[in-house]
């Protein structure tokens, strides 16, 4: 009460009457003066031809602005017309500051987001997904730190010991970096995958005998949807420890097959069977033929062995140019008299080889 009664001593109403007037004009004045600023940017960069870089970062950080950033500064002014006890100038100052302090993370927290969509909107195409991966986690921590070190300044405006704080914080950090190390690798390990990209959302990916297309690659795990329908949850750790096939990043196809004759092919259907094959393969589109051999005398036929490229990464397209290979091979084949090798035994019996005779009892 005796501040209450200091206060209505030593200010008058007239001095109550301006420093209200004072507070609620700055209040509206920043308020319009935020939206006027805001719509000039808007305008300006909706109707300019290129991108405005400078008016969407001014939009930005207008939108960021609160509306508690004008009230802060209205009642700041508002006690420059009153006289006020040393505490409660203490007070109104550290709030101040405070609200100040918050509103400043606030704009940082934007700047930081523009500042990111800008470096990773550009880019090479196909690696949408890589960048929106690398930025929304970058985004994250970068806002930990941000809020991390707001608070802190905030306290130590407040009048707390924040040395005495951050150094009880580094111990108990140690512990709980102790008892959350599994996390904290993973966090590390999520890092690295952001960094590195071995593989990006969207991406079809082996790991072992598992396999799938990312969904969602967070600060712990990486989800993959499975092709059954599933979906597999790995920790970030495991992965960067595991082999990964990245079959997104395929930019051909290698493709290898075997067919096999019967032993009683004459040698001139022989000689013809390599040039079949390649005339199959060349008759596709996006192949590119490396080569077809008569590779070995297999157990039941002689085996030839074709390579050849499928020119794009994509698997129906590398089912369908096969498909039709082997349909053109079929129809070759049938032509020329030429018979494909079935699994077959062959068991010759000597002539003149006669079944013992069974034992019988008592002799």
Same mark, same amino acid.
């Given at each position: 009460?005796?501040?209450?009664?200091?206060?209505?001593?030593?200010?008058?109403?007239?001095?109550?009457?301006?420093?209200?007037?004072?507070?609620?004009?700055?209040?509206?004045?920043?308020?319009?003066?935020?939206?006027?600023?805001?719509?000039?940017?808007?305008?300006?960069?909706?109707?300019?031809?290129?991108?405005?870089?400078?008016?969407?970062?001014?939009?930005?950080?207008?939108?960021?602005?609160?509306?508690?950033?004008?009230?802060?500064?209205?009642?700041? $002014?508002?006690?420059?017309?009153?006289?006020?006890?040393?505490?409660?100038?203490?007070? /109104?100052?550290?709030?101040?500051?405070?609200?100040?302090?918050?509103?400043?993370?606030?704009?940082?927290?934007?700047?930081?987001?523009?500042?990111?969509?800008?470096?990773?909107?550009?880019?090479?195409?196909?690696?949408?997904?890589?960048? &929106?991966?690398?930025?929304?986690?970058?985004?994250?921590?970068?806002?930990?730190?941000?809020?991390?070190?707001?608070?802190?300044?905030?306290?130590?405006?407040?009048?707390?010991? $924040?040395?005495?704080?951050?150094?009880?914080?580094?111990?108990?950090?140690? &512990?709980?970096?102790?008892?959350?190390?599994?996390?904290?690798?993973?966090?590390?390990?999520?890092?690295?995958?952001?960094?590195?990209?071995?593989?990006?959302?969207?991406?079809?990916?082996? /790991?072992?005998?598992?396999?799938?297309?990312?969904?969602?690659?967070?600060?712990?795990?990486?989800?993959?949807?499975?092709?059954?329908?599933?979906?597999?949850?790995?920790?970030?750790?495991?992965?960067?420890?595991?082999?990964?096939?990245?079959?997104?990043?395929?930019?051909?196809?290698?493709?290898?097959?075997?067919?096999?004759?019967?032993?009683?092919?004459?040698?001139?259907?022989?000689?013809?069977?390599?040039?079949?094959?390649?005339?199959?393969?060349?008759?596709?589109?996006?192949?590119?033929?490396?080569?077809?051999?008569?590779?070995?005398?297999?157990?039941?036929?002689?085996?030839?062995?074709?390579?050849?490229?499928?020119?794009?990464?994509?698997?129906?397209?590398?089912?369908?140019?096969?498909?039709?290979?082997?349909?053109?091979? /079929?129809? &070759?084949?049938?032509?020329?008299?030429?018979?494909? &090798?079935?699994?077959?035994?062959?068991?010759?019996?000597?002539?003149?080889?006669?079944?013992?005779?069974?034992?019988?009892?008592?002799?």
């Amino acid at each position: 009460m005796t501040i209450y009664r200091q206060l209505i001593a030593e200010n008058s109403a007239e001095n109550w009457l301006a420093a209200l007037l004072a507070a609620v004009a700055f209040v509206v004045v920043l308020h319009q003066l935020q939206r006027i600023m805001l719509r000039r940017a808007t305008l300006t960069a909706t109707t300019t031809a290129t991108d405005n870089i400078f008016s969407n970062f001014l939009i930005e950080v207008l939108s960021a602005t609160r509306i508690f950033l004008a009230i802060a500064v209205g009642l700041y $002014v508002a006690t420059h017309f009153l006289t006020l006890p040393s505490t409660v100038e203490t007070y /109104v100052n550290r709030i101040f500051i405070a609200l100040m302090l918050l509103q400043s993370g606030l704009w940082v927290r934007r700047c930081l987001d523009f500042w990111l969509r800008q470096r990773f909107s550009q880019g090479e195409e196909g690696e949408e997904g890589a960048r &929106a991966m690398t930025r929304s986690l970058l985004s994250f921590l970068g806002r930990v730190v941000l809020w991390a070190l707001v608070g802190l300044l905030i306290l130590d405006n407040m009048g707390l010991n $924040v040395t005495t704080l951050v150094t009880s914080l580094g111990i108990g950090g140690i &512990a709980v970096a102790l008892a959350a190390q599994s996390i904290l690798t993973d966090l590390f390990a999520s890092l690295a995958i952001a960094i590195d990209k071995p593989f990006v959302i969207g991406d079809f990916i082996i /790991v072992d005998d598992l396999m799938g297309t990312v969904e969602h690659v967070g600060l712990k795990t990486t989800r993959i949807r499975s092709l059954s329908g599933e979906q597999i949850v790995f920790s970030n750790t495991d992965l960067l420890k595991s082999r990964i096939r990245n079959y997104k990043r395929m930019q051909e196809r290698r493709a290898v097959f075997v067919i096999g004759v019967v032993y009683d092919t004459p040698p001139a259907q022989l000689e013809i069977v390599q040039q079949l094959i390649e005339q199959a393969i060349l008759a596709q589109v996006q192949t590119r033929f490396d080569r077809a051999h008569f590779r070995s005398f297999g157990p039941s036929s002689l085996d030839f062995e074709a390579v050849y490229y499928v020119l794009t990464p994509d698997y129906n397209l590398y089912m369908d140019i096969q498909h039709a290979i082997n349909l053109q091979l /079929v129809r &070759a084949f049938s032509d020329r008299g030429i018979s494909f &090798a079935l699994p077959t035994r062959t068991l010759h019996l000597a002539e003149g080889l006669q079944l013992a005779r069974p034992l019988t009892t008592g002799e």
